[in-house]
């Protein structure tokens, strides 16, 4: 009977994911390894296979969470910061067509016409989403293209500065891991997510446009699908690269959403009256007791 098929990838200098196409997956830390021989010290080869790859990928994103954990902020959300969080949303969406693009025209250039073909699919299916953005701005009586021309949280800054980094490189196979992160997170939001924020709304007030486009009721759980078929069909050096990627991108996500968390709705009230030089609707200060869900950031 054959061995199941095990992938690794060394995420950090002492911490490796292993993944079975069982699904099973661990992490390896050498520094309990108690002087033992590391048996994932050599990159890995061979082919993928989707099992090990969800595992890879999925475990890389759970690793990078992990870290800040104990620090987690989890304020009470509202509408203030759901402004906010719209305000990211469209700043993580208005360039990835152009990046994606980018980063399709260097790997034609490179001889990888299947890797420059799932680019530009990508890049087709994400043109117009910061649109959406700006839509759900409106519907809350906000100026949304002058407060996102005048304002960028500074927790999504370093996520935007990363993926135009990644689709610049001279081989850009790390726009995808990127991309899977923020994919992946986002198809976790749910109906219910959905239905807390349409509650926080003003009555007969949609601003759930980009929420649900970018949620498991939208697009997202099939591009995730397509993502890990893809992936699990790369070289192992390419899917070496992905998993890292996915790592380091989902370290930023989770730092830069905490900084935001952090924030009193008075804060991110004043930062968004400031960029837009007036205050907000009167209904956006008031109401702080409801719940709400922060929409989540795009590819």
């Not at 490796?16 to 108690?34: K, L």
């Not at 910061?81 to 994606?100: F, M």
Request: net charge negative.
């Amino acid at each position: 009977m054959a061995r199941p098929v095990a992938e690794w990838v060394n995420v950090t200098d002492d911490v490796s994911i292993v993944a079975r196409e069982s699904g099973e997956v661990w992490f390896y830390n050498r520094r309990s390894a108690n002087g033992a021989v590391d048996p994932f010290v050599a990159p890995m080869e061979g082919m993928g296979s989707r099992g090990s790859t969800v595992g890879l990928l999925d475990g890389a994103i759970n690793l990078a969470f992990s870290t800040i954990e104990s620090r987690f902020a989890q304020p009470a959300p509202n509408l203030v910061g759901y402004i906010v969080a719209l305000v990211g949303a469209y700043h993580t969406s208005v360039d990835t067509p152009r990046n994606l693009r980018r980063a399709a025209a260097r790997f034609e250039e490179l001889g990888r016409p299947e890797v420059a073909a799932y680019l530009e699919l990508r890049a087709r299916e994400e043109s117009g989403h910061d649109r959406l953005a700006l839509k759900d701005l409106r519907a809350l009586g906000v100026p949304g293209e002058r407060l996102v021309a005048n304002f960028i949280p500074e927790g999504i800054k370093p996520l935007c500065k990363r993926f135009d980094e990644l689709c610049g490189e001279d081989y850009p196979i790390g726009s995808i891991g990127y991309s899977y992160c923020l994919e992946r997170i986002a198809a976790l939001k749910e109906k219910n997510d959905i239905e807390i924020v349409r509650a926080l709304c003003p009555e007969g007030v949609d601003a759930t446009r980009f929420l649900r486009s970018h949620s498991s009721l939208g697009s997202e759980a099939s591009h995730v699908d397509e993502t890990i078929e893809f992936v699990a069909s790369l070289p192992a050096s390419d899917r070496i690269k992905v998993v890292q990627e996915t790592y380091q991108s989902a370290l930023i996500l989770a730092e830069g959403y905490n900084h935001e968390l952090l924030k009193s709705e008075p804060q991110m009230r004043q930062e968004i009256e400031q960029a837009l030089g007036e205050a907000l609707p009167h209904f956006h200060v008031q109401g702080t007791q409801k719940h709400c869900v922060a929409a989540p950031t795009a590819v």
